[in-house]
């Protein structure tokens, strides 16, 4: 079965203490990114990856650092954590032709005190 | 430069009744569009997506939309809305080539509430 897999679902977290969402496929796709979600104001970009060892950031990179050795995974990591990292974050990957189905992992709540 | 308006943050209706959810876009480059569904506590369902084929795009569930070029629109609509029907909708653009390094774009949501 096609998936887009993420961990922790669920977390809480104390300001400063480094932390790693990963993020994996099993589908051979090329493309990943990272969003968060906030309430009105939708999905942001935080980091993409066109490939193994290519990224770039999106619209809200400040806070977090990322990597893709392997193609299937795409590791989110918060270095020092804050508050204002609290959110819902979105893992996705799609094929390489741009108009293909962005398939998205099921979500990871994390919230920092 | 790409950006997504959805036009309105909360929609309600009643249950049988038809359903409109408003979407605009720009994009430098031609679009892909695409529609998600989030129900509470969920993660991103895929309604349907335009990828410059037929404008008049249907998806699952009953959801349809059509892509209007010389509106930059792309409102979903649905012909009789159902209970489960509520959930919050994003609408998504993304450059239809290469061009935009495939950055997808989100509106800000818009919640539908059904009402018997």
């Known amino acids: 079965e096609a998936q887009v897999t993420q961990n922790p679902r669920y977390l809480i977290t104390v300001t400063g203490k480094k932390l790693t969402v990963t993020c994996s496929q099993n589908?051979?796709?090329?493309?990943m990114s990272w969003y968060r979600q906030d309430p009105g104001l939708g999905l942001r970009q935080i980091y993409y990856?066109?490939?193994?060892?290519?990224?770039d950031k999106g619209d809200v990179p400040e806070g977090y650092k990322v990597s893709r050795k392997e193609k299937r995974n795409f590791p989110l990591i918060l270095e020092s954590p804050s508050p204002n990292q609290t959110s819902l974050y979105f893992c996705?990957?799609?094929?390489?032709?741009?108009?293909?189905?962005?398939?998205f992992g099921e979500g990871s709540w994390l919230t920092v005190v | 430069a790409q950006s997504v308006t959805q036009l309105d943050s909360h929609v309600s209706v009643s249950e049988g009744t038809p359903v409109l959810l408003r979407c605009n876009y720009s994009?430098?480059?031609?679009?892909?569009l695409f529609w998600y569904v989030q129900h509470p506590n969920k993660g991103l369902q895929l309604l349907l997506k335009y990828t410059s084929a037929a404008t008049l795009v249907k998806g699952i569930n009953g959801f349809e939309a059509e892509f209007k070029k010389s509106e930059t629109s792309f409102h979903l609509t649905k012909p009789s809305a159902h209970m489960s029907d509520a959930a919050e909708y994003f609408c998504?653009?993304?450059?239809?080539?290469w061009g935009g390094g495939n950055k997808l774009t989100f509106g800000t949501g818009t919640q539908l509430k059904v009402e018997l």
């Open positions: 996705a990957s799609s094929p390489r032709p741009s108009g293909n189905t962005i398939y």
């Open positions: 990856s066109m490939n193994v060892e290519v990224t």
């Open positions: 998504v653009v993304r450059p239809l080539g």
């Open positions: 994009s430098s480059y031609s679009p892909s």
């Open positions: 589908m051979n796709h090329e493309y």
